[in-house]
C-alpha cells in the first residue's frame, strides 16, 4: 500500500486562521478608534488654550463695539485654521462649538456638544496658574453652586468630572481679563 503525503491545509485549519486574523483585525480598529478620538481630544485641548492665551492677550483691548470676544478674536484674525467662524461662534475639533463671552475684566470660554470622555478631559485638565495664564477655574452645565467647580488650576475632580458629564455636554472655563 503507498501512502499518499499531504502538503496542504485542511479546510478547518483556514477557517481557524481566518477566524484568528479577524478577531485581532477587530481589536485593532477599536485601538486605532480609541487612538483617534484621543488625538482629536488632545487638538481640541491645543486649540482652547490657543484660544485661552489669545482672549487673554487681547482682553485689555477688548470694546462692547465687537459684540463679544469670539468676534473680537474672529476678526483679528488670532485663531487657527482648525476653527471655523460662523454666527458668532466657533465650531472646533470633533464638531465642538466654541463661544468666548466676559469683558475687559473677565472672560468665560463655552465649549459645547462634547462626548462624555471629551468633557471629562477638559473638565480635568491643569489649565494653568490664576498668575500665570489668568485661569480661575471650570465647571460643567452652568456654574452656579454645587455644579461642580473648581477653582485654581487643578480642574475637577475624577469623580466629580464624571457625575457632571454624564448630564451635560458643556464646559465653562473661566479666566482674569485685562491685567
Known amino acids: 500500500m503507498k501512502r499518499i503525503s499531504e502538503s496542504g491545509r485542511s479546510m478547518i485549519e483556514m477557517l481557524g486562521v ?3 486574523i479577524g478577531v485581532l483585525t477587530i481589536g485593532g480598529l477599536d485601538i486605532v478608534g ?4 484621543s488625538a482629536q481630544v488632545s ?3 491645543a486649540e482652547i488654550s490657543s484660544i485661552a492665551a489669545t482672549a487673554r492677550r487681547l482682553s485689555c483691548q477688548y470694546d462692547s463695539g465687537y459684540g463679544s470676544y469670539t468676534k473680537m478674536i474672529y476678526l483679528s484674525q488670532a485663531y487657527s485654521d482648525a476653527l471655523t467662524y ?3 461662534e466657533f465650531t472646533g475639533p470633533m464638531d465642538t462649538t466654541i463661544k468666548i463671552t466676559g469683558d475687559k475684566s473677565a472672560f468665560r470660554i463655552s465649549v459645547e456638544g462634547l462626548e462624555e470622555d471629551a468633557c471629562m478631559r477638559l473638565a480635568t485638565t491643569n489649565w494653568g496658574s490664576d498668575k500665570i495664564q489668568g485661569f480661575l477655574g471650570v465647571c460643567i452645565g452652568t456654574c452656579t453652586g454645587g455644579n461642580g467647580t473648581s477653582g485654581g488650576s487643578e480642574g475637577l475632580s475624577q469623580a466629580t468630572a464624571a457625575e ?3 448630564d451635560n455636554s458643556t464646559v465653562l472655563l473661566n479666566y482674569k481679563g485685562c491685567r
Open 18 to 20: 481566518l477566524a484568528i
Open 34 to 37: 480609541k487612538a483617534r478620538q
Open 43 to 45: 487638538n481640541l485641548v
Open 86 to 88: 460662523s454666527s458668532n
Open 164 to 166: 457632571k458629564c454624564s
